[in-house]
């Protein structure tokens, strides 16, 4: 049934529907729209006959409308509403409670030459402080078959979805125009994985070429919307760049956007510290990159790729630069970086058994690292697009005076600098606690001049052990640790000691105690 789009009052055909050549070993069906169908066979003139040059044998069935819809029990489907004017442009609007289902015109006949439907899904009411996302899928095999207009010797086999297409093809936009960024294109046979996009609306373009071979050609795909968190990885237009200052935020998660992301993108995390002497710690929980080629020992990163930028191990750890790992790292398919798995059953992805450096994590050199994940071209549709999850925490490692060579966190402060200052317990999580070591000793040496004196005022003193309590003699008031031997628990303290000619008197020790008013201790 031709649409009342075209006048035939005034002997104007719809351009498309027009056949020649030949067909072997195949067969296609046609389903009408509507009870009637028109059907125009052209003849060559007779001087142009020859033998067997010209043979149509057709078969056709008159079918009653029948349960087309496919309509379960349990699910209820949109076919969408026909837009005014159009020969095949269909909207959609609130698939979230509903399948919506794109069909391509006479499905599942083939459909004809020369024209290109739009099919518009759009989410318009949206909870707030949530986002909409289009999910398109089939999971059908046989209900896209799409002819990539490839034939003869080396052609592409239409037998699996593909992106190289010279004839007819499905395009999938990130919005609702064809101005909008293209999630994916693709011609051929096969399921469709799931194509997620980042907006709450979704143009899907099918293109038929003027001039094409017939072919069975067919296209099912199903809608459906997801509801998400506002704070979802996402791009934003063309650009799939996230910076994650440290003065905003000291510690959070990164992954890779939950969406379909457009071929030959890459995606940069840039973590940055506050301050110079920052550190990015970082652990990853899970990574993925498809590997098409199973039997192969060769890299050869066509999926997907990831890099790490500036994850040297620093001097101040105790490593030295000729001992340090290398600067850049880059994994594909059969390379995998550094992962912490158990990480993802604890609660905020901290683990009680911390992720160990550098075994299971990485610490960067300077006050800034760089993740890429780059999503390359291919020809085939993939299944599974990289992905990964990881955790960052930026690392304080400001420590008062001058660093003791071939020390962990020694320091010496001399009244050279300053005259007065502040010295504190190491903020790196890499000596001790999460991430930590089980054993750690830092030394402060004050130097004076030589007629000055020292004084050490304890604005804020934690110290929890149980093997261990504070002793305070009665006569000279000097507070001492006694050691429990009988408990077997962490033990930490502070000792505080003056160095008189070279020989070390004790002035205190304080153990097992908690204490936020100003104490003051003071000696020569």
């Not at 149980?466 to 000792?495: A, Y």
């Amino acid at each position: 049934m031709l649409p009342n789009l075209y006048n035939l009052t005034e002997r104007s055909t719809p351009h498309f529907g027009y056949f020649c050549g030949q067909m072997a070993g195949q067969s296609v069906n046609y389903f009408s729209s509507g009870n009637n169908v028109t059907l125009a066979i052209f003849m060559p003139s007779r001087t142009s006959w020859r033998s067997q040059s010209f043979n149509v044998f057709l078969t056709y069935k008159f079918m009653t409308r029948r349960t087309n819809l496919e309509v379960q029990k349990d699910e209820i489907k949109d076919f969408g509403r026909s837009m005014p004017n159009s020969f095949c442009n269909v909207e959609y609007q609130d698939c979230i409670n509903k399948v919506c289902v794109i069909r391509s015109p006479n499905f599942p006949g083939t459909f004809l030459p020369n024209f290109t439907c739009h099919y518009l899904i759009k989410q318009k009411n949206i909870p707030k402080g949530l986002q909409a996302q289009i999910v398109l899928r089939q999971d059908n095999e046989y209900k896209i078959s799409i002819d990539n207009g490839h034939s003869g010797i080396g052609a592409i086999s239409s037998s699996l979805l593909t992106s190289d297409c010279s004839q007819d093809m499905v395009r999938i936009f990130d919005g609702s125009t064809s101005a909008s960024t293209i999630l994916t294109e693709f011609c051929g046979s096969g399921p469709l994985p799931p194509v997620i996009s980042s907006h709450s609306s979704v143009l899907i373009q099918l293109i038929s070429a003027p001039y094409q071979r017939l072919h069975d050609s067919r296209l099912e795909i199903e809608a459906q919307v997801r509801l998400v968190t506002n704070s979802l990885w996402r791009i934003s237009g063309n650009s799939c760049k996230f910076l994650l200052d440290g003065s905003h935020k000291n510690s959070g998660i990164i992954r890779n956007p939950q969406h379909t992301v457009p071929s030959q993108t890459t995606c940069t995390y840039i973590l940055r510290g506050r301050n110079p002497s920052d550190r990015v710690w970082l652990y990853l929980m899970s990574y993925m990159v498809e590997d098409k080629h199973p039997w192969s020992l060769t890299e050869h990163c066509d999926t997907g790729r990831m890099e790490i930028l500036g994850s040297a191990a620093p001097d101040f750890f105790g490593v030295s630069e000729s001992d340090s790992i290398e600067n850049n790292h880059t994994y594909c398919e059969k390379s995998s970086p550094r992962l912490c798995a158990r990480a993802t059953d604890s609660p905020n992805l901290i683990p009680l058994r911390p992720c160990r450096f550098p075994e299971e994590s990485y610490f960067s050199k300077g006050p800034e690292l760089v993740l890429r994940l780059h999503y390359p071209k291919t020809s085939g549709i993939p299944a599974v697009q990289p992905l990964f999850m990881a955790r960052y925490e930026f690392v304080d490692t400001r420590q008062p005076g001058v660093a003791v060579p071939s020390s962990l966190c020694d320091r010496i402060v001399k009244s050279q600098s300053s005259s007065s200052g502040k010295i504190y317990s190491p903020r790196n999580v890499l000596y001790f606690g999460r991430g930590g070591r089980s054993d750690i000793s830092c030394r402060y040496n004050l130097q004076g001049k030589g007629s000055s004196r020292v004084k050490i005022a304890f604005q804020t003193l934690k110290l929890f052990s149980s093997s261990c309590k504070t002793v305070v003699d009665n006569v000279s008031h000097e507070r001492t640790c006694e050691i429990i031997k009988t408990h077997n628990g962490p033990l930490s303290f502070i000792r505080v000691v003056e160095n008189w000619q070279g020989v070390e008197l004790s002035i205190g020790c304080f153990c097992n105690m908690s204490l936020t008013p100003l104490v003051t201790t003071q000696f020569n």
